[in-house]
């Protein structure tokens, strides 16, 4: 979906390094979501945001820190990369009241060597 | 949490009908379901939610037994472009944490 933007789209990098994967939204949504997906399995949930103020770890925070900084934004950051963190990373938007529907980005493959 | 299960993949032939069922025989009172299409490398798109009996869009129809333990997503006449992973969600309106995706069902559909 072009209204949600996720850079940069492909990265490689060594252990050890800190990365962040952006997060960019045109949908004047207030909630909005980062979620991991591993080669041939689900996405699963690592953090999520209700408003600027709302933080919430999701099922696998650890090793994952987050920023909101405006309502359009959220910055997800990988303080020190492993490589078990190799994996395709999607932002989502959501309004609050519609339930479960979520609109996710294209998505941001990392390597981690 | 509402655990689902699906199958993990189906094969189906243009033209046909697709039924895709999901187990969720611990949904909670407040949960709704809801199901996403995935291609290779994009993002999930949601398709379709319900909460029980029958929802039908565009896309898809989406039936819900009264029990609410199970669900079936009804693709009619699909395409070969219809060929994605299908995602069945149980969670409850404003508590992401309970949203899991699991492995979803693999559909091909042949020519």
Redesign the interface.
Known sequence: ?AD?TQTPRNRITKTGKRIMLECSQTKGHD?M?W?RQDP??????IY?S?DVKDI?K??ISDGYSVSRQAQAKFSLSLESAIPNQTA?Y?C?TGL??S?????????T?LTVL | LAKTTQPISMDSYEGQEVNITCSHNNIATND?I?WYQQFP??????II?GYKTKVTNEVASLFIPADRKSSTLSLPRVSLSDTAVY?C?V?T??S??Q??????TQLTVLP
């Open positions: 979906d949600v909630r979501y979620y041939g399995l689900g996405l699963r949930l999520y209700f919430n999701g099922e395709l999607f989502a609050a009241g339930y479960n529907e979520q609109f996710f980005g294209p998505g493959r | 709704y809801t490398s994009q993002g999930p798109r949601f939610q995602y969600l969670g309106p404003g992401a944490r949203l899991t995706f699991g492995s979803g």
